[in-house]
């Protein structure tokens, strides 16, 4: 009977796929993503000794039950990230590597409210970039993501919230 009863809950309700993967960057120097899950303890060091407090555990709800809850992500929102290696020299577990991991964790998006995409003159996330990776024309913004160093630099100067950033595949 109980075996009849969970064949039938199965059918009826849609199967929950939990997420292998963190869709939030990860902090500067993070290795490959399983490779971190399974390194990561979650023990919050990175994040302690970050002078510029960009990171944070990832908690959205659609990680509970997942491997990735609690784990380190880089937050841009209120910051930029001058690499110094803090979180790097403080974990434990070798999940942020400067050898073997990435630097750049994010990839830069201008959103529709940019206001040099629509035809006003703004020049405060080109003049921000340390890195000469944004050009704003008579056409909107041009990125160049070889450039980007995902510093978030831009993202900070924007006053119309334009400028987010994504996980780097």
């Not at 990171?55 to 491997?67: E, F, T």
């Amino acid at each position: 009977m109980v075996n009849f009863l969970h064949q039938w809950l199965r059918r009826l309700l849609p199967p929950t796929a939990t997420p292998t993967s963190c869709q939030e960057p990860r902090p500067p120097w993070a290795v490959d993503e399983l490779q971190f899950l399974s390194l990561c303890t979650r023990c919050g060091a990175c994040a302690t000794a970050c002078p510029r407090v960009l990171l944070r555990p990832a908690q959205h709800p659609k990680y509970r039950d997942s491997p990735i809850l609690g784990t380190p992500t880089l937050d841009l929102t209120f910051g930029s990230c001058n690499y110094c290696g803090q979180c790097v020299r403080t974990c434990p577990t070798g999940a942020l590597d400067l050898a073997l991991g990435r630097q750049v964790q994010t990839r830069v998006r201008v959103a529709k409210q940019c206001q040099a995409s629509q035809g006003f003159y703004c020049l405060l996330c080109e003049d921000a970039c340390p890195r000469f990776a944004i050009k704003v024309t008579g056409g909107g913004v041009q990125l160049n993501q070889e450039a980007c160093n995902g510093c978030g630099l831009c993202g900070v100067a924007c006053l119309h919230d334009a400028i987010s950033f994504s996980r780097r595949p």
